[in-house]
Structure formats: C-alpha cells, structure tokens
C-alpha cells in the first residue's frame, strides 16, 4: 500500500466532518414524531472520488478508496426546504430549521 493510499485509509475511518459547535440553529421539530426521541443527525448528501488503479490498455479497477469532497456536503432538503433529520431509532422526518435567537 502506497504512502497515499495509507492516507486516504487513515481519513476514510475518520470521515466525520465537524461542522463547528459555533453553528447552532433551531429546528422546528427536534424529536421524532414515531418515537419521541431527539435529533441525533441530519441527513447529508456529498460527492466523491473512487479511486483508480490504472492498468495497461486502458484497463482499471477500483482501489477500494474514496477521497470525500467535503465542500460538496449539503443537507438533504424536501421541496419546503425542510432538512432531513435521524433519531437514534433510525426514523428520518423533516423539519424547518432557523438561525439561533
């Protein structure tokens, strides 16, 4: 395994991206509608790039590794602009989010 691909391991395990605890904001429905318990995420959409091991004529194969394109994360919205949001239980619904007051 290359130096690189060491490196894209280590940050594939680690793939949790901190958005900031300085970004706070108010959801409209902060605990599931099925269970009552709170928001543990929101659901997230992100590009990647699948890795290539090129080979003679032409032929490649996957690496098995993906760099993440973090500055693609975007929530996952419906047509009312309501983000996506997951409870412990697994259960998704969406709610209105807002800045802090």
């Not at 929101?42 to 993906?66: D, F, H, I, S, V």
Request: aromatic fraction near 4%; glycine fraction near 8%; hydrophobic fraction near 30%.
């Amino acid at each position: 395994m290359s130096a690189t691909e060491a490196s894209l391991k280590h940050k594939r395990q680690h793939s949790v991206r901190h958005r900031g605890s300085s970004d706070q904001f108010l959801i409209a429905t902060p605990s599931c509608p099925q269970c009552n318990l709170p928001a543990r995420a929101t659901l997230e959409t992100l590009t990647g790039q699948a890795l290539l091991e090129m080979g003679p004529a032409g032929k490649a194969r996957y690496t098995g590794y993906t760099a993440i394109c973090w500055d693609s994360q975007r929530s996952v919205r419906d047509v009312e602009g309501r983000v996506t949001l997951e409870c412990h239980q697994g259960h998704q619904w969406q709610s209105h989010v807002g800045g802090a007051k």
